[in-house]
C-alpha cells in the first residue's frame, strides 16, 4: 500500500493518502475518516481478522470500503466491505 500512498503524495492536490496496519488504523481513529472517505484494505486470505475489523471500523464511520483478497467468495473482508477485488 506504499506506492499508491506514494503517488498520492507525488500527483494529488486535493485527496490526502496514508498507510496504515490494520491495528494501527483503529488504534489511530483519524480524524478526518468519515463519508468523503475512500478506505481500502488487503487480506491475502480476506479472513485477516485485524483487517476485517478495520474494514468494519471505517464502515461504521461512514467510509466507503474496498477489500482487496485473492478469496473474494464467501470471505468475511467480502461481507464487510462494499466492493471487493
Do not use: Q, W
Amino acid at each position: 500500500m506504499h506506492m499508491p500512498k506514494y503517488a498520492l503524495d507525488r500527483e494529488a492536490r486535493t485527496i490526502v493518502g496514508d498507510a496504515y496496519n490494520s491495528a494501527e488504523f483503529i488504534a489511530r481513529a483519524p480524524a478526518r475518516l468519515g463519508e468523503t472517505s475512500l478506505v481500502v484494505v488487503c487480506s491475502s486470505s480476506g479472513n485477516t481478522p485485524e483487517t476485517v475489523e478495520a474494514a468494519r471500523f471505517a464502515r461504521a464511520r461512514g467510509a466507503y470500503v474496498v477489500g482487496l483478497t485473492t478469496k473474494p467468495d464467501g470471505s468475511p473482508l467480502t461481507e464487510v466491505a462494499h466492493t471487493t477485488v
